[in-house]
């Protein structure tokens, strides 16, 4: 009980520099998700933890917990995730993980016992860079893990993801257990992280609310076209797969624009891609993402059509294969005007932001009232070594972000549904929330 | 003395269905050159030579020669190479070396002597499949090849070109001895191809003289955009190198048809490659062809143009990078000439091609009066293994060259510059056909 404690930004600054020191600076993080450097970075963690008298709990998923136990059971869970890509940054996830760990250390060391259980979560596998599947710890937590559609990944060298996570002490079989373990008594899960994109820096703001998760459809265009030799076939007996994908590809760009959301067309692999070569074969990755979810059905309906006119106009047979979906993901509302008002507060954006970027809160929004919190990102640029925000930014978001977690803990802010809680008499909310 | 014998083609083509056999059927040829599959396609040559009593004489550059003396010391070179792309096709090369055993071999049974030295010639590294660089043996026996500039070349492996070649027994820098061995005293080269395009087929024509090689100019345009996220990115602050590419190879098409020439982009390197990343760099292989000189030199300014234009667009910087470049080159037009009536006799293609593909015939040309004999290439596909001629079409080709090389070989056919030669009386030519 008592009045909500601050929370010491420099704090997060000091074990942010810590853990870039101990899992990779130069070459960016090194803590992809089932390797050594990931357990290295959660060895950080678990330390942490142990000063301030907490143990680290492992789940079925080998998300990494610890839980500060309050008056009551029900949970308020602050979580992002300790993995990286590989050659990433030193903010991306961790950010949120250790200023997670500061709010219950900060109410440790203020001997405030908290009106609800405080839990910092490392969701494991949050960026799927091995095996190509993200917010996998996330997802097996929220019960949304199809078991079957990830046992066959493989990563680059072969190994499947199976053996990856028992090496690991995870059965892939034991996910589903996941969710039961907590879950299922939250109240709120909140999120601090770099924005990844360039809004909050070009707008000068130091923080913002983020009010949910746009939608995202991302498959892969095959044309097959013919290989032929680049000085003995005339122009117009060709079926050049390369110029197929390629008048696609800014089609695709133009579709983005006119619905108002995102389109990506980040990888094309050529075959044989020989210079002298013409293409017989071309994949190209497209990725489109938009907060309103018709306008994403239709981006797709009108990016197939296209890439169906453009292969037919070159000779070439079209094949389309699914990567991955989300539906947008709106949060909690009551929660989300909770961190805007913090923010506009202290100076940040006055409305939320809707996240592009996927985060474990979108899973966990599934079931739980949520809400992010986003600081700016230098130049936009995350997912490699140089990926920065100014510290009096940092600063700010950490102390923003504390401040919800902390008038949420003790009872001091409002939680999703209810007026102003100050007892402990909110334990039969929870059941009804599980549904949202 | 003596009528020139005629060719059998059936042993031509025994020949080549005995070398796919020991050299790669199923995946296709397997003779990349400096490889143990190579020596053995050339074992085969090796093989036939000293079944008919001739040495095969390794020359400084790696290429093999067969060599049947004449009444004079000036030569006939008839030859092609032996050595394949990966998973190559039976025909590309291979025909033209054993069609020119043939002449060998037919003249010898007949019992004539030759007017003129009669040599096969099997080019080392015609395809520059490996350290790519093609015309490597050719270019080195023309004595236009630039030593410095192939020294430092590596395989996929990392494997060096010197070693490579010491490998094999040839001492990279006695390459530019190779020259003065042969070429300096051969007044004709024919060389018999595939035309590794669809004109003939289309055509339904059998074989057609070939006046030369268009001119080439491969180059690589490389786009140095920004790497940003997908989803957090939004459209308007991106500098997408992939879309600058794609915009400049649809272009390049354009410049292509404009200049009635060809242009091809077989190649597309996105960086970091990634569906969920916005391209950050991207390199797009260029390789232009056109007969005319002026046009080519035209077609590439246009295209460095629009390549400037497209980057500077997208906010991306452009670099470019010569990879080769040939001069259209034509070969002697009476030689050709002399083909070309042989092929119409037959029912050939009345008007010679102009071969978009260059050969070891566009080195040689540069020395000596050459000319050379395609056959059709059904679907105009090489360098796979689905390469195929129907074999009347085969026996026809190898008909019409051997019927010219015989012609030649015993004086019945006049050489260029000169009339109707028969007697041994035109050794003075030599010096002067050096500077041609």
Redesign the interface.
Known sequence: MGRAPAVQPRRVLADLAELARTTGEGDGADRVAWTPGWQRGRDLLRARLAEIGLAAIEDEAGNLWGKLPGRREEMLVLGSHLDSVPGGGPLDGALGVLAGLEVLRALIEANVFPDLTVSVVDWADEEGARFGRSLLGSAAATGRLDIEAVRGLTDADGIGLEAALGKCGVDLDRLPAAPTMELDRTLAYLELHI?????LE?ERLPVAAVSGT?G?E?F?LGFAGR?????????N?RH?A??A???T??EI?RI??RHDG?????????G????????GSAEL???L?NADEDELARMREEVLGVARSQAAARGCELEERD?FAAAPRAFDPELVEAVRSACAEVGGREEPIV????HDATEVAALVPTAMVFCP?IG?????PDERTEQRDLRTAIEVFGEVATGIAVGETALPGTALSSGGDRAADSPSRRAQ
């Open positions: 924005e990844q994109g360039p809004v070009q746009i995202v991302r892969v290989a032929a030799h680049a000085g003995s076939t005339p122009m007996v050049d390369l110029l994908a390629a008048a590809a800014l760009e983005a624009l995102r389109a990506t067309t980040g990888s094309l692999a050529v044989p891609g020989v210079a002298t070569v013409v293409a990755s497209v990725d993402r990567l996240s592009g970027a996927l990102s936009g640029r995350s997912h490699a």
